[in-house]
């Protein structure tokens, strides 16, 4: 199983940018696909963005299309969020979260990855 532990997060004014990263330890993190969630208060946790194994595929909520960019490094087991564009309404904590199965391409489906971080929190202010 592959532990994750995220960065980044902090309090930013509309328009801004933030860059959220994830660390993930085992030697398989380049095989998993990789995946960004939130979860606002009161809300249910939603699909932000991912990205296969092999930098191969990406996708993307239609809210954040545009203005949000999903990277990963393999050879630092590290996978990125970078938000530009920040508006209020991408206040929420951030999770990310690694694919139940190797090699597949990703998905917007939360039961689809079997591990997660804590969460970081990204408040923007209006």
């Known amino acids: 199983q592959v532990q994750l532990v995220e960065s980044g997060g902090g309090l930013v004014q509309a328009g801004g940018s933030l860059r959220l990263s994830c660390a993930a330890s085992?030697?398989?993190?380049?095989?998993?696909?990789m995946g960004w969630f939130r979860q606002a208060p009161g809300k249910e946790r939603e699909f932000v963005a991912s990205?296969?194994?092999?930098?191969?595929?990406?996708a993307y909520t239609d809210s954040v299309t545009g203005r949000f960019t999903i990277s990963r490094d393999d050879a630092k087991n590290t996978v990125y969020l970078q938000m530009n564009s920040l508006k209020a309404e991408d206040t929420a904590v951030y999770y990310c979260?690694?694919?139940?199965?190797?090699?597949?391409?990703?998905?917007?489906?939360?039961?689809?990855?079997?591990?997660w971080g804590q969460g970081t929190q990204v408040t923007v202010s209006s």
């Open positions: 085992g030697r398989t993190f380049s095989r998993y696909a």
């Open positions: 979260a690694a694919a139940r199965s190797l090699y597949t391409s990703g998905s917007r489906s939360p039961v689809d990855f079997g591990s």
């Open positions: 990205i296969g194994w092999g930098s191969l595929t990406t």
